[in-house]
């Protein structure tokens, strides 16, 4: 991973965060981010973490650095206290979201490979924050039902993040837009796809990328015409979409 200083001789070459998941035009300016904001201000667990999830062979997977010092600066200024994540990876999102919270604060995290979640938990331990978290093992879609079921969980989230199967994302808007309270926040991520949401047709994409774009597409299209929301949409890492509940 790149760290301060060696952006002077990468200035040609793509930016070295994990995934490449920045929109920016220039590489050297999202790697001048990097080393001027993001990594000197990385608390030190984080730091180790996404390191460890650099090596493990899906690590485009990850929450890059600069959307989970994002999420941590939310986190605080929003004062959440009871907090969800839909699709886990290793935790990097999750570390920056448990970090962010306070001592009693608790984030319910959903993840169907429990195995990628305790290849970071050993970090998430050290740092003294994995009382904060809930893991649960599964589809978050039954859990999910389930809250519904009970109307004291009605509006009781204050932040929920969702970086999943984009194939479900709308499944999950549906059921978490009861859960969120009014003046809460949901983040969807990965909503500008890898820039692929303007790409013509017929232009050359990963077949992930491809097949999951029209899902996406239909996401964007559906939060901008949801009265209950606000929504801004940031060009932070691969693209996130915040909504405040509104009603």
Known sequence: MAQNGEGKDSQNLRHQEVGHKSLLQSDALYQYILETSVYPREPEPMKELRELTAKHPWNIMTTSADEGQFLNMIIKLINAKKTMEIGVYTGYSLLATALALPEDGKILAMDINRENYELGLPVIERAGVSHKIDFREGPALPVLDELIEDDKNHGSFDFIFVDADKDNYLNYHKRI?????????????????????????????????????????ELNKALAADPRIEICMLPVGDGITLCRRVS
């Open 177 to 217: 837009i009861e859960l969120v309270k009014v003046g809460g926040m949901i983040g969807y991520d990965n909503t500008l796809w890898n820039g692929s949401v303007v790409a013509p047709p017929d232009a050359p994409m990963r077949k992930y990328v491809r097949y999951y774009r029209d899902f996406v597409l």
